[in-house]
């Protein structure tokens, strides 16, 4: 299977503490996507990437989340100091972007479903 | 700013009933609209899109038309199986190139059908 793919795919973590997911899109994804999707609730759209660069974030990524792609491949999400309301499902999306109106539809990941307890 | 606003569920039907479930839009511009699909323990799959106005978005048999007089994009299928148990999804991306740039969700219908 190529799709995306996230890990871990669940995290319990205590009040506090720092957590890092990982995300690898479809290889041959240019853009990358990271959505919170909390219970009963559609996706949240945080950030994405275009390659390395870093082009958009909402303003729900605050101070403590950071996201970083630093090869145009794979993507990191890193929540510091967790606090329970962190807690949320986090999807990874990506899609190939050629400019003008060439787009692919997003394939999102399985997502991480986080819990800070 | 953007925003979906989705029919409340959850949805319980028969197999073989008629499905809409609804789903309204607020953008400027022309933005382009999906439904998504997310069966239990998977990730969100597009079913259909829709990127300018009075287009019609199909796929296994589901439909939906981007309606910009009334700002909609119904979702509806003819006969529903049980395998089409599942949440759905309205979204909408504001460029109407069918981009997944910042997609706005709507807060999805969970859809069980019975045998």
């Known amino acids: 299977d190529t799709g995306v793919s996230q890990d871990p795919r669940h995290k319990i973590t205590k009040r506090g503490q720092n957590v890092t997911f990982r995300c690898d899109p479809i290889?041959?994804?240019?853009?990358l996507y990271w959505y919170r999707q909390t219970l009963g609730q559609g996706p949240e759209f945080l950030t994405y990437?275009?390659?390395?660069?870093?082009?958009?974030k909402s303003r729900l990524l605050s101070d403590r989340f950071s996201a970083e792609r630093p090869k145009g491949s794979f993507s990191t999400l890193e929540i510091q100091r967790t606090e329970q309301g962190d807690s949320a499902m986090y999807l990874c999306?990506?899609?190939?972007?050629?400019?003008?109106?060439?787009?692919?539809?997003?394939?999102f990941g399985q997502g991480t479903r986080l819990t800070v307890v | 700013g953007n925003s979906v606003t989705q029919m409340e569920g959850p949805v319980t039907l028969s197999e073989e009933a008629f499905l809409t479930i609804n789903c309204t839009y607020t953008a400027t511009g022309y933005p382009s609209l999906f439904w998504y699909v997310q069966y239990p323990g998977e990730g969100l799959q597009l079913l259909l899109k829709a990127t300018k106005a009075d287009d019609k978005g199909s796929n296994k048999g589901f439909e939906a038309t981007y309606r910009k007089e009334t700002t909609s994009f119904h979702l509806e299928k003819g006969s529903v199986q049980v395998s089409d148990s599942a949440v759905y999804f309205c979204a909408l991306s504001p460029s109407g190139s069918g981009s997944a740039r910042q997609l706005t969700f709507g807060s999805g219908t969970q859809l069980t059908v019975l045998p």
């Open positions: 990437f275009q390659n390395e660069a870093q082009l958009e």
């Open positions: 999306a990506s899609s190939l972007s050629t400019g003008g109106l060439m787009n692919t539809e997003a394939f």
């Open positions: 290889s041959e994804h240019n853009r």
